[in-house]
């Protein structure tokens, strides 16, 4: 199957920081990225839909200004989390779809804020 | 709106058994129903998806449009089977977002 890259694996930040999270799809061109939140032992909730070339489309309760989506290219969509806290912390990943295949997943970014 | 309910948090069998793990949506339209499984520590991977009617490491799974379900079964489980099954569905086409239900995880026993 497609491979879909996310860097970096794992960060620790401090509160009130913003990083940044990389989701790539290294074989296939993605036109839509979607990102996903999941808490331990728990299902992905997803947060939002990123489409190439135009705004992200958020889920209900989903801060837009808090998680900023960008999807500069048919390969790259980033996850920013802004001002971090220590609730954000949590398993955030994301997945992209070719059309006739997939979603695939990425490997995930543990987030913890300290 | 889309949902995927899985009944069963846990799901517990003995090896050799079958297993079917359940799978129930809501969705209005024509659903695109998968299935993922997620062993420990590893990234999620596609198991199934209804349109391509396949048969993965022994797993079918066939979309009931009466009954709204999609569910997974295997005839004789394995032991490296153990492993967290999550049911999806997307609304269809290449950009519709995929909803995910809240998973079972299924151990097979020596």
């Known amino acids: 199957g497609a491979v879909v890259s996310q860097h970096p694996s794992w960060v620790i930040c401090k509160s009130g920081t913003s990083v940044k999270i990389e989701c790539r799809s290294l074989d296939f061109q993605a036109t839509t990225m979607f990102w996903y939140r999941q808490f331990p032992k728990q299902s992905l909730m997803l947060m939002a839909t990123?489409?190439?070339?135009?705004?992200?489309?958020?889920e209900q309760g989903v801060e837009k200004d808090k998680f900023l989506i960008n999807h500069a290219s048919l390969t790259l969509s980033t996850l920013t989390v802004t001002s971090a806290h220590p609730e954000d912390s949590s398993f955030y990943i994301c997945?992209?779809?070719?059309?006739?295949?997939?979603?695939?997943f990425g490997q995930g970014t543990r987030l913890t804020v300290v | 709106a889309q949902r995927v309910t899985q009944p069963e948090k846990l799901l517990s069998v003995f090896k050799g058994a079958p297993v079917e793990l359940k799978c129930n949506y809501s969705y209005s339209g024509s659903p695109e129903l998968f299935w993922y499984v997620q062993y420990s520590r590893q990234r999620l991977q596609l198991l199934l998806r209804h349109i391509s009617r396949e048969s993965i490491k022994g797993f079918t799974a066939d979309l009931n449009k009466g009954e709204t379900s999609f569910h997974l079964k295997k005839p004789f489980a394995q032991e490296e089977d153990s492993a967290m099954y999550y049911c999806a569905l997307s609304g269809g086409g290449g950009s519709e977002k995929l909803v995910f239900g809240k998973g079972t995880k299924l151990t097979v026993n020596p």
């Open positions: 990123s489409n190439e070339g135009s705004k992200a489309t958020y």
């Open positions: 997945s992209a779809r070719d059309l006739g295949q997939g979603p695939f």
